[in-house]
């Protein structure tokens, strides 16, 4: 360690073995900051998990040194005991010695996702690796790079030191990553398991809610700005792009709102709102607005196109859907047990 840093190390251990109250404790330690005014210091509260006493420990840097520097009082826990956390079945996750219980952390996640349920997602979680085990679902490590790939693709990470950077912030090892794209791939296996002997069938069946329209679609900033700009008199695709063309050029949507595009989509991949306004008999005006989960939208039917042959882009959505009821089905007769802890106790706190 460079002089300074030594010698900042030093008094800051002089400064914790003879001060416990916090406020002097604080008010000394900027004496010591302006002593030594080219290290940083910074105070870390520590809990005794066993007495529940607070003491404070330092963290020094400087010329990219660190160093950290704490001093246990006789009438504490021993070290090593210290470093034993209480902790309860239903307790998630600690900041700053402020607890969040599980429960609390799915109700909040169930708020935030507003159109999906963070529990069901959680039993489907269960249930898929429940089955993966039982049919010995066994994928190639092609199935596994390719799964990867495409949770990269899903997070934008375009480089190693990208998804490195990714894997930090969320405490993942690489380990981890590829046991999640294992899994991936796992379960898309299982969907065609569990839809290979009814896609057909069930296509011939429901194939008028695999038709396919040709949208163009203009999207807002919020849905109060796309019910004030609706389009009035707009009778051709020409006009619809005008009016479009238009918002977009005085950025009415906002700028990180500004989107035109034009896409196809087959009915079962809409919302039953937008697909019903779509595939009503002749729409040959703007629909809309939809408050979809995208966001507010109003929407340019250009062409529809029925459902006429099982394309790969088709057979998947049948199989999509197909997974989908037997999974609901399998959630139904489950039998779900959530480890939060004794009902009474969450209550009564």
């Known amino acids: 360690m460079t002089g300074e840093l030594t010698d900042a190390a030093a008094a800051m251990v002089e400064l914790l073995s003879s001060v416990r109250e916090p406020d002097q404790i604080a008010s000394l330690a900027n004496e010591v900051r302006r002593r030594y005014g080219s290290t940083q210091i910074a105070l870390i509260p520590q809990t ?42 239903s307790d998630l996750l600690s900041v700053d010695g402020v607890t969040m219980r599980t429960a609390e952390a799915v109700a909040v996640l169930d708020d935030v996702l507003g159109r ?56 993942m090892s690489v380990q981890r990553l590829e046991d999640l794209a294992r899994f991936h791939a796992q379960t898309a296996s299982l969907r065609k398991q569990v839809s290979v002997d009814r896609v057909e069938t ?13 949208l163009v679609r203009v999207w807002f900033a919020n849905l109060e700005l796309a019910q004030r700009s609706v389009p009035q008199g707009v009778q051709t695709i020409d006009e619809f792009l005008g009016w479009a063309s238009g918002l977009l050029a005085r950025d009415v ?39 979809t989960a995208g966001g507010p939208m109003v929407v340019w039917v250009s062409a529809i196109d ?38 009474d106790r969450m209550e009564s706190r």
């Open 48 to 89: 005794d998990e066993v007495t529940g006493h607070v003491e404070f420990g330092a963290l020094l840097r400087k010329d990219g040194e660190t160093v950290f520097v704490a001093h246990r009082h006789p009438s504490t826990s021993p070290f090593l005991l210290r470093q034993a956390h209480r902790w309860r079945d």
């Open 116 to 171: 999906a349920s963070i529990q069901r997602r959680l039993i489907d979680l269960c249930i898929l690796r429940r089955a993966v085990i039982e049919r010995s679902i066994a994928v190639s490590e092609a199935e596994v790079r390719a799964a990867m790939d495409e949770i990269r693709a899903a997070q934008g990470l375009n480089s190693a030191d990208e998804t490195r950077a990714w894997l930090r912030q969320r405490g």
């Open 202 to 214: 069930y296509f011939a069946e429901h194939a008028g809610e695999f038709a396919r329209a040709a």
């Open 253 to 291: 949507l906002g700028p990180s709102k500004v989107r035109l595009d034009m896409v196809v989509m087959n009915r079962a991949e809409m919302a039953s709102d937008v697909a019903e306004a779509v595939f009503q008999p002749n729409p040959s005006h703007a629909l809309g607005p939809f408050d």
């Open 306 to 343: 029925s459902a006429s042959e099982l394309d790969p882009r088709t057979r998947s959505l049948v199989e999509k859907r197909l997974f989908d009821g037997w999974l609901a089905d399998q959630r139904s007769r489950a039998v779900v047990e959530w480890n939060w802890g004794r009902v």
